[in-house]
């Protein structure tokens, strides 16, 4: 590890000092502040010529700031002469604007991946990505994790008996099938529709056996938390005992916290890809981290070992 680096712009610090501890190095000294004219200054503090550089950055609130953080911390380290430098970004953010689906949209995922790659990133390592052709969009290599090995473990040791896990929708299905084969239970979809552009959508209904049976609804994310009560009061309408809700990040924009509190849940598990919010502002909120599987990722990367590995 003696010509290992980790840095971490302001989206998410607390992550990257817990991954830092599990590789039992320090966290790298950089400044990364705003002028008062909304600029962004960047200043590695210690040398990095010749070393392999990690930057721990995901693309959390406020949204765009974190973004151009990341680009100005990579294209310092480019031009201190790093080896090698790999962006981290547990959350990636714009990645519901992965297609074009209306006439003069425009495909901003792709335009992300762009800069990432312009500013001087060598490879990108990432978490549950909202669409996986989104790794198609860089050309440089791309490692998504999953944080459902992690999630499958906690529900695995709380022993909950006859469950099914619950796709928030249809587009999430594929990705549920995996963990409800993990916790080696049924699954069913939640059927529903999106309203406009602005996250509303409709549940309409369940594929699916729930009636008096414990459910388990998966999403990868938990925005406005609109389509996932909606997919609450259907399992509850389809006569579910306690129902779960667990979700790789926690965004919880807008009246998200208002509407989960008003839900019937019993528990919402997510990570701590992004800053969450005070648990006292949602009693029935679990944070687990992923710091140890970013970290063995890291470990992996550096000493050319294989990622698919922590996934056996």
């Given at each position: 590890?003696d010509?290992?680096?980790?840095?971490?712009?302001n989206?998410?610090?607390p992550?990257?000092?817990?991954?830092?501890r599990h590789?039992?190095?320090?966290?790298g000294?950089?400044d990364v502040f705003?002028?008062?004219?909304?600029?962004?200054f960047?200043?590695?503090?210690e040398?990095?010529?010749g070393?392999?550089?990690?930057?721990?950055q995901?693309?959390?609130?406020?949204?765009?700031?974190?973004?151009?953080?990341l680009?100005i911390?990579?294209d310092?380290?480019?031009?201190?002469?790093?080896?090698?430098i790999t962006a981290?970004?547990?959350?990636?953010a714009?990645g519901r604007?992965?297609?074009?689906?209306q006439?003069?949209v425009?495909?901003?995922?792709?335009?992300?991946?762009?800069?990432?790659?312009?500013?001087?990133?060598?490879?990108?390592?990432?978490?549950?990505?909202?669409?996986g052709?989104?790794?198609?969009?860089f050309n440089?290599?791309v490692?998504?994790?999953?944080?459902?090995?992690?999630?499958a473990r906690?529900?695995?040791?709380?022993?909950?008996?006859?469950?099914?896990?619950?796709s928030?929708d249809?587009?999430?299905?594929?990705?549920?099938?995996r963990l409800?084969?993990r916790?080696d239970?049924?699954?069913?979809?939640?059927?529903?529709r999106?309203l406009?552009?602005?996250s509303?959508a409709?549940?309409?209904g369940?594929?699916?056996?729930?009636?008096g049976?414990?459910?388990?609804i998966?999403d990868?994310e938990?925005?406005?938390?609109?389509?996932?009560t909606?997919?609450v009061?259907?399992?509850?309408e389809?006569?579910?005992?306690?129902?779960y809700?667990?979700a790789?990040h926690?965004?919880?924009s807008?009246?998200?916290l208002e509407?989960?509190r008003?839900?019937?849940?019993?528990?919402?598990?997510?990570?701590?890809?992004i800053?969450?919010?005070?648990?006292?502002?949602?009693?029935?909120?679990t944070?687990l981290?992923?710091?140890?599987?970013?970290a063995?990722?890291?470990?992996?990367?550096?000493?050319?070992?294989?990622v698919?590995e922590?996934?056996?």
């Amino acid at each position: 590890m003696d010509d290992l680096s980790i840095f971490s712009g302001n989206a998410n610090r607390p992550l990257a000092a817990a991954i830092c501890r599990h590789l039992r190095i320090p966290l790298g000294d950089a400044d990364v502040f705003q002028f008062s004219n909304e600029n962004i200054f960047v200043k590695i503090n210690e040398n990095v010529r010749g070393r392999d550089v990690f930057v721990i950055q995901p693309f959390s609130t406020p949204v765009n700031r974190s973004i151009m953080e990341l680009l100005i911390m990579l294209d310092a380290l480019k031009r201190a002469s790093a080896a090698r430098i790999t962006a981290v970004i547990p959350y990636y953010a714009y990645g519901r604007t992965d297609k074009k689906d209306q006439p003069r949209v425009p495909i901003t995922a792709r335009l992300i991946a762009d800069c990432i790659t312009v500013a001087g990133a060598d490879r990108v390592l990432t978490m549950d990505m909202h669409a996986g052709q989104i790794q198609g969009f860089f050309n440089i290599p791309v490692d998504e994790l999953t944080a459902q090995i992690i999630q499958a473990r906690y529900f695995a040791e709380k022993d909950l008996q006859n469950f099914t896990v619950v796709s928030a929708d249809e587009g999430f299905a594929k990705k549920a099938r995996r963990l409800a084969d993990r916790l080696d239970a049924p699954l069913a979809i939640v059927e529903k529709r999106r309203l406009g552009n602005n996250s509303i959508a409709e549940a309409m209904g369940i594929i699916g056996n729930v009636e008096g049976r414990n459910a388990l609804i998966v999403d990868d994310e938990i925005d406005t938390a609109g389509s996932l009560t909606q997919a609450v009061r259907v399992v509850h309408e389809g006569g579910a005992l306690d129902i779960y809700c667990c979700a790789t990040h926690g965004i919880f924009s807008g009246s998200a916290l208002e509407r989960l509190r008003k839900a019937p849940i019993k528990e919402i598990v997510i990570t701590d890809s992004i800053p969450s919010p005070d648990s006292a502002l949602l009693p029935n909120l679990t944070v687990l981290s992923v710091s140890e599987l970013i970290a063995g990722t890291i470990s992996r990367i550096h000493d050319g070992r294989s990622v698919s590995e922590l996934f056996r």
